[in-house]
């Protein structure tokens, strides 16, 4: 018997930011480091809004006003742990069922006063249903969270040569 793929893509990166700095970035600034094409608005990109608390949302804002909550905050533990589900389907629109959603914890790590190991699990990925491995493929792709990853870590220094791991 063949091992089955595994359901949950992980990537890791140190950055230089303290903790706090980090994780505040992370959640609350997350416009800034976000790869503007990575969004399933139907117009133009505004801002994304990253809502501080659990039950809050992810969000995209176009320049119409339009919204597209495309995450739900299920855990908000500053500086230390954030998880949020990942409520977008095979065919990269809004999933209203949140059985059918996968979900995506990022683990701060102190490695110093300067320094922060940022590790990234997206998990549950077969949640998606039938195809699922198209998610995964997407998610765990150079263009997926290991680009975000190396993004948020030239936002915070961007002199940064970081690559995720």
Not at 23 to 38: L, N, Q, R
Not at 111 to 126: K, P, Y
């Amino acid at each position: 018997m063949g091992d089955s793929p595994s359901t949950s893509v992980e990537s890791s990166i140190v950055v230089d930011a303290p903790i706090d700095r980090a994780f505040a970035v992370f959640t609350e600034d997350i416009g800034s480091w976000w790869p503007p094409e990575h969004h399933i608005l139907q117009g133009e990109l505004a801002e994304m809004v990253f809502e501080p608390r659990v039950g809050g949302h992810v969000y995209d804002r176009a320049t119409d006003g339009s919204e597209c909550h495309w995450a739900r905050v299920l855990a908000y533990e500053p500086p230390h742990r954030v998880v949020f589900s990942w409520d977008v389907n095979l065919q990269w629109q809004i999933e209203g069922d949140p059985a059918k959603t996968s979900q995506v914890e990022v683990r701060f790590l102190s490695e110093s006063a300067e320094q922060t190991r940022v590790v990234l699990a997206h998990r549950h990925i077969d949640r998606h249903g039938d195809g699922w491995e198209q998610v995964h493929g997407a998610v765990g792709s150079p263009d997926g969270w290991g680009a975000g990853l190396t993004r948020f870590a030239r936002r915070l220094d961007p002199a940064s040569m970081a690559e995720p791991s």
